[in-house]
């Protein structure tokens, strides 16, 4: 009766998109390569000494693979005690049956094998460190989480469903996907202004031009927009920066609220008409690491923990092209997240411009 339940509340799903599922406790979400990550966590208290734990258990599509596990403990609660248990070994109890685990680390494949034994047969999981501490592990949404990983990667019924088991062997399960592949060229920074590329002057006639092009993704008198800022006070923060002889990034302040904000920014040409092209609505524009071109947003959540969320784009010579896309998941006392729970992964593969 419990797994008709389940069935029903999971719904349909696109098989080969990313996904996104949470229930009670417990959160599923399986990126564009078709791996999927399912965390859980332990209730959350107001007791100044305890210390939130969560789960992670990740598995890629395919027969035949395995899944990891993981263990995290907030940091919250006194921190001369939080550091001594992030230093040792606490125990593990499933089904009256103890085991010294290191959580600095990936679990051993036999632990993990027994948790995920432990979750699908709604076992009792406890974690002990010392006399202080004690978690009675959540599965509150466990039953339809793992389900939902066997319904997305095509496991129902096969011998390597996390939940939902049968005899068939994992001859059709969803394969696997390669990361896309983004070409983007190594872009050369204003050492004047850090790592930015230089930026474009224009005269007083052509800005204003470019101003006026610009606030019509402005609301007006209340009107749906693009951006709900005033205009005229964003006028006064456009910056333009040059991508190629013919090409530029213009950008300007676009929104604002109480724990985020987000500025506009547009593809043009260098020179008049300009022919503006919204890209997208990002907090920053940045060289990165690897030399390439980025725009990125991190958006902040309300609630225990404070979840984030961050998207993330690419200069490929042409175009701006998202790259990245993840969130915290569901924190729950974990300060910043728990976890990196992607849905849109890819590989950015660097170029030198001179080619």
């Known amino acids: 009766m419990k797994s008709a339940l389940v069935l029903l509340m999971i719904g349909s799903l696109t098989v080969g998109a990313s996904e996104s599922f949470s229930h009670r406790d417990w959160q599923v979400v399986c990126d564009n390569t078709h791996t999927c990550?399912?965390?859980?966590?332990?209730?959350?208290?107001?007791?100044?000494?305890?210390?939130?734990?969560?789960?992670?258990?990740?598995?890629?599509a395919g027969a035949q693979s395995q899944i990891d596990g993981y263990i995290q403990i907030a940091e919250s609660g006194e921190e001369s005690d939080l550091q001594s248990l992030k230093n040792r070994s606490m125990k593990m109890s499933v089904d009256q049956q103890t085991y010294l685990i290191d959580i600095s680390k990936k679990l051993p494949q036999t632990q993990t094998d027994i948790l995920i034994n432990a979750l699908s047969r709604g076992k009792?999981?406890?974690?002990?460190?010392?006399?202080?501490?004690?978690?009675?592990?959540?599965?509150?949404?466990?039953?339809?989480?793992?389900?939902?990983?066997d319904d997305y990667q095509k496991r129902i019924g096969t011998v390597g469903a996390v939940y939902r088991k049968g005899?068939?062997?994992?001859?059709?399960?969803?394969?696997?996907?390669?990361?896309?592949?983004?070409?983007?060229?190594r872009v050369s920074s204003d050492s004047k202004n850090g790592r930015i590329p230089p930026e474009v002057t224009y005269?007083?006639?052509?800005?204003?031009?470019?101003?006026?092009?610009?606030?019509?993704?402005?609301?007006?008198?209340?009107?749906?927009?693009?951006?709900?800022?005033n205009g005229e006070e964003a006028k006064e923060t456009l910056k333009v920066y040059r991508l190629t002889d013919q090409l530029a990034v213009a950008s300007q302040?676009?929104?604002?609220?109480?724990?985020?904000?987000?500025?506009?920014?547009?593809?043009?040409?260098?020179?008049?008409?300009?022919?503006?092209?919204?890209?997208?609505?990002?907090?920053?524009l940045f060289i990165a690491e690897d030399g390439t071109l980025r725009l990125a947003i991190s958006y902040k959540g309300r609630g225990v923990g404070d979840c984030w969320e961050r998207d993330e784009?690419?200069?490929?010579?042409?175009?701006?092209?998202?790259?990245?896309?993840?969130?915290?998941?569901?924190?729950?006392?974990f300060a910043g997240g728990a976890w990196d729970l992607p849905t849109l992964v890819t590989e950015v593969k660097v170029e030198d411009m001179s080619r």
């Open 203 to 229: 005269s007083e006639k052509e800005r204003k031009l470019l101003q006026y092009l610009l606030s019509k993704y402005y609301a007006e008198d209340g009107a749906q927009s693009e951006c709900w800022m």
């Open 37 to 60: 990550r399912m965390a859980g966590y332990t209730e959350y208290t107001l007791d100044k000494r305890y210390f939130p734990l969560s789960m992670l258990f990740e598995r890629k």
């Open 253 to 284: 302040e676009c929104w604002r609220a109480a724990y985020n904000f987000a500025d506009a920014f547009w593809l043009i040409n260098t020179k008049p008409p300009f022919e503006p092209r919204m890209i997208t609505q990002a907090s920053g």
């Open 167 to 185: 005899a068939q062997d994992e001859g059709s399960v969803l394969l696997p996907k390669p990361k896309p592949v983004i070409h983007a060229p």
């Open 313 to 333: 784009w690419v200069w490929n010579g042409k175009d701006f092209v998202d790259t990245l896309y993840k969130t915290t998941g569901l924190c729950r006392g």
């Open 124 to 149: 009792q999981i406890e974690f002990v460190y010392g006399e202080t501490y004690r978690w009675d592990f959540s599965q509150k949404g466990s039953f339809a989480c793992m389900l939902k990983i």
